[in-house]
């Protein structure tokens, strides 16, 4: 069974400072796929960022990027220059295999994260 | 921009009726999911479809039902609506290949409020 940890229950940040979201799998598979997504408060899921098990460079888009560890089984989200409409609750995700192989993603409990002016 | 649809948005309705949460969408996907969500907490999977009249439970169980008819239509059912079912429901599908991440696309909730 796959289980995702994301231990800081809600977060203030300073507009256009970088704040890191924390989270920490728990799998026995070889090969997985991890996931961050954005809900704000209308609701819907936002996809942010990807990480396959076997990729060997961190990933990022734009202001995201994936700090994956893996021997530490964590894989924690930068946003760098926060702004305002980042304020949301962010999801940390798994599913068995990369890509395309399992899409059955199990989630994290999330972090609320509120950017201060 | 993701094309999957959810209605209705928000529903309130009273103990013991019949409600039908539709979801479509216009991706061509075959795999399609449902989550229920509770405001502030973590989302967890009650179905999935890998393909047309193929349904599956997910690992929260769920007293809801879902069908498959049509590639691009998943619909959830509660059969009897009751409080416990107070929730947000969200619909998701996933592009198939190794080309692609693997990422879900959701569409936008439907908030259900069972009196």
């Known amino acids: 069974a796959q289980k995702i940890t994301q231990t800081q229950p809600g977060m203030f940040v300073q507009e256009k400072e970088a704040v890191t979201l924390d989270c920490t799998y728990d799998t026995s598979d070889p090969s997985y796929g991890l996931f961050w997504y954005k809900q704000p408060s209308s609701g819907e899921m936002i996809f942010l960022i990807y990480q396959g098990s076997y990729d060997q460079q961190n990933a990022t888009e734009g202001r995201y990027s994936l700090n994956f560890q893996k021997a530490r089984k964590s894989a924690n989200l930068v946003i760098s220059a926060s702004q305002l409409g980042d304020s949301a609750m962010y999801f940390c995700a798994m599913s068995p295999g990369v890509k395309a192989a399992g899409n059955k993603l199990t989630f994290g409990g999330g972090t609320r994260v509120l950017v201060k002016p | 921009e993701a094309d999957i649809y959810q209605t209705p948005r928000y529903l309130v309705i009273g103990t013991g009726k019949k409600i039908t949460l539709e979801c479509s969408q216009t991706?061509?996907?075959?795999?399609m999911y449902w989550y229920q969500q509770d405001p502030g907490m973590e989302l967890h999977l009650i179905h999935y479809s890998y393909g047309v009249n193929s349904t599956e439970k997910g690992d929260l169980s769920s007293e809801s039902t879902v069908s498959r008819i049509r590639t691009e239509h998943f619909p959830l059912t509660l059969e009897s609506a009751r409080p416990s079912h107070t929730s947000q429901y969200l619909c998701a599908s996933s592009a198939p290949g190794q080309g692609n991440t693997g990422e879900l696309f959701f569409g936008e909730g439907s908030r259900l409020t069972v009196l």
């Open positions: 991706m061509g996907h075959d795999k």
